[in-house]
């Protein structure tokens, strides 16, 4: 009895495991068409939200890159000093990231309130925010529960990811649409600005990775 509990635990958190894989690399690949499409009707547009939103996407897929090689690494059964060492490192570096695109945008989105220089309507931009605003709250749900049955606090900090990706299209729906209906020119900078604090936050949690802990249970990835 006890050796086949065992079993079907084990037989679980591969099931998991590959549901995570498929989260992961499912999120990639839209965020790589996310990112070109962004920044393609971004620059038509002369939109600095829809540009932010496109450079978010990017540095979503190198966190998803990330995310898969600690998936390996876990898989491959290396010892827990090492996953922590690999842990800290992409977390700093998707920290800095982060902290780098919060610099661009405050000082795009300033240099357009200075300017006055309004941003052309984006029927596109509008569609695109729609879509992953239904679409990305979804998956972040479905990587927190496996990152909850895996014992995961990597794939936890991913899922934050996703969620920063849904805060961002409501932001910048928001913009998008206010200029779009009303001609608020200084809509778009406001949505670009109000991403912002999300994104500095999140900076700071990703360079202090150090600090947080994340190898901690990560080791077996068998659900326990």
């Known amino acids: 009895m006890a050796a086949g509990a065992q079993h079907r635990g084990e037989a679980g958190g591969h099931d998991w495991a590959r549901l995570a894989l498929w989260l992961v690399g499912g999120t990639m690949a839209y965020n790589v068409v996310e990112a070109g499409v962004a920044l393609f009707a971004g620059v038509t547009a002369r939109s600095i939200a829809l540009v932010g939103f496109g450079l978010d996407s990017v540095i979503e897929c190198a966190a998803g890159a990330v995310m898969l090689h600690r998936l390996a690494v876990q898989a491959q059964g290396h010892d827990s000093e ?4 690999s842990e800290t490192r992409a977390r700093r570096f998707i920290g800095a990231t982060f902290l780098l695109l919060a610099l661009y945008v405050l000082l795009q989105a ?5 300017r006055r220089e309004p941003a052309a309507e984006s ?3 509008i569609a695109l925010a729609v879509l992953s605003l239904v679409i990305m709250p979804l998956v972040a749900w479905g990587k927190l529960r496996t990152a909850a049955a895996l014992g995961s606090t990597a794939l936890r900090a991913e899922a934050k990811e996703t969620l920063a990706c849904s805060y961002l299209s409501f932001t910048l729906l928001l913009g998008l649409v206010a200029n779009a209906t009303v001609g608020w020119w200084w809509a778009d900078p406001f949505a670009a600005l109000a991403m912002v604090p999300w994104l500095v936050r999140e900076g700071i949690e990703g360079v202090r ?4 802990g994340c ?10």
């Not at 090492?82 to 060492?85: C, L, P």
């Not at 300033?110 to 200075?114: A, F, Q, Y």
């Not at 190898?215 to 326990?224: F, K, L, S, V």
């Open 82 to 85: 090492a996953i922590e060492r």
């Open 110 to 114: 300033g240099w357009s309130l200075l």
């Open 123 to 125: 029927v596109l931009g």
């Open 209 to 212: 990775g150090e600090e947080c």
């Open 215 to 224: 190898a901690q249970g990560e080791g077996t990835g068998r659900g326990e």
